[in-house]
């Protein structure tokens, strides 16, 4: 018998900010039987990122790596995807130092 998660379970919030967390490029909808982060379903549960499908040509892509199984490189410029992320980032970073500088000491 399950018992429901309850809101208080540290690993309900891991849940979530694997949902909604900074990794959202990545669309867990890939199954490859030779990976072992895609056939244990603790990863999923966890909230860690899994394993993704190529921008290029959908091939399946470790979560712990960034080459798909036909070799083609994810963080590359040509990838929109992570262009739009690395665009995201940078744009996060700027309004960090913002902050730190009406900081006053
Ligand atoms: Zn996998
Ligand atoms: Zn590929």
Same mark, same amino acid.
Not at 37 to 49: K, N, S, T, V
Not at 100 to 105: A, K, P, S
């Given at each position: 018998?399950?018992?429901?998660?309850?809101?208080?379970?540290?690993?309900y919030?891991?849940?979530?900010? !694997?949902?909604s967390?900074?990794?959202?490029?990545?669309?867990?909808?890939?199954?490859?039987?030779?990976?072992y982060?895609?056939?244990?379903?603790?990863?999923?549960?966890? !909230?860690?990122?899994l394993?993704y499908?190529?921008?290029?040509? !959908?091939?399946?892509?470790?979560?712990?790596?960034?080459?798909?199984?036909? !070799?083609?490189?994810?963080?590359?410029?040509d990838?929109?995807?992570?262009?739009?992320?690395?665009?995201?980032?940078?744009n996060?970073?700027?309004n960090?130092?913002?902050k730190?500088?009406?900081?006053?000491?």
């Open positions: 018998m399950s018992v429901p998660m309850k809101k208080s379970d540290p690993a919030w891991m849940l979530e900010e !694997g949902l967390g900074k990794r959202k490029i990545k669309k867990p909808e890939i199954y490859s039987e030779s990976c982060i895609c056939r244990d379903p603790e990863f999923a549960l966890m !909230g860690l990122p394993c499908s190529c921008y290029k040509c !959908g091939a399946h892509v470790p979560a712990d790596d960034c080459i798909c199984d036909n !070799g083609h490189d994810q963080e590359s410029m990838n929109p995807e992570f262009a739009e992320y690395c665009n995201n980032n940078s996060s970073n700027n960090v130092e913002e730190y500088d009406d900081i006053q000491f």
